[in-house]
């Protein structure tokens, strides 16, 4: 049985099977890779090492991806969802104010209408 420990590793398809025996195609493909250059990730075991020692020269164990480095730069990194619950608060107080403001804009075009002729008559 395979360990618990949580350790895996990353396994890639790196070239291709034709010119190959069946036998190794059988090996990539009973690891999960259906396509080249498609990693998959399977438990760190002697026996899954073993698979990949069969093959070295289609398959290869690749590293862990690293974060990017502009990823720890507080400009570029995603901020908590306390930005979004802002807005939802103002809403109602946004809602009101159209109401209020709305008689407002219709009455101050009135006089602007009216200050247009006296303006042009001077």
């Not at 350790?7 to 009973?30: A, D, E, L, P």
């Not at 990693?39 to 070295?56: L, S, W, Y």
């Not at 802002?86 to 109401?99: G, I, L, S, V, Y």
Request: aromatic share 4%.
């Amino acid at each position: 049985m395979a360990e618990k420990t949580g350790k895996t590793i990353r396994i890639k398809w790196v070239r291709s099977g034709i010119g190959f025996t069946r036998h190794q195609k059988t090996i990539v493909k009973s690891l999960g890779l259906s396509k080249l250059n498609h990693t998959v990730e399977r438990p760190d075991t002697p026996q899954m090492r073993g698979i990949v020692a069969a093959v070295p020269h289609l398959l290869e164990i690749v590293p862990e991806p690293t974060a990017p480095a502009w990823a720890s730069i507080p400009e570029y990194t995603v901020q908590a969802p306390v930005v979004a619950a802002e807005p939802a608060e103002a809403e109602p107080q946004a809602a009101a104010e159209p109401t209020a403001s709305a008689p407002v804009a219709a009455e101050s075009t009135e006089p602007a209408a009216a200050e247009e002729p006296t303006s042009k008559s001077e």
